[in-house]
Nanobody, 123 residues
């Protein structure tokens, strides 16, 4: 599974951005796609995730401001970010968790990351 993230940029406080994460490869093996963010010097943290069944979960501080959704026809997961604050400034990454089997029928579980996209919110 390969991921291509895009949509970051510079926005003023209170503004909005939509991030995109386009998946390719063994799409059927994907069990969930999540958006994470990382500030320099800090650990990467989960922002939101959506499972293959459509269930979503959000980090508490993002609830009500961020929405994760997908377009199955385009194999793309989006993160709509509204009411952005300077504290949301970070590099945003998408990650795909997958489950498949190898040639011997053994389960293979893993995760692949897309490249990061910078989001900068000015005050």
């Amino acid at each position: 599974v390969q991921l291509q993230a895009s949509g970051g940029g510079l926005v003023q406080s209170g503004g909005s951005l939509r991030l995109s994460c386009a998946a390719s490869g063994n799409i059927r093996s994907i069990t969930a796609i999540g958006w994470y963010r990382q500030v320099l010097g800090k650990e990467r943290e989960l922002v939101a995730a959506i499972t293959s069944g459509g269930s979503t979960n959000y980090e508490d501080s993002m609830k009500g401001r961020f929405t994760i959704f997908r377009n199955n026809a385009k194999n793309t997961v989006f993160l709509q970010m509204n009411s952005l604050e300077p504290e949301d400034t970070a590099v945003y990454y998408c990650r795909a968790d997958y489950y498949t089997t190898n040639d011997y029928g053994d389960p293979v579980v893993g995760a692949n990351w897309g490249q990061g996209t910078q989001v900068t919110v000015s005050s």
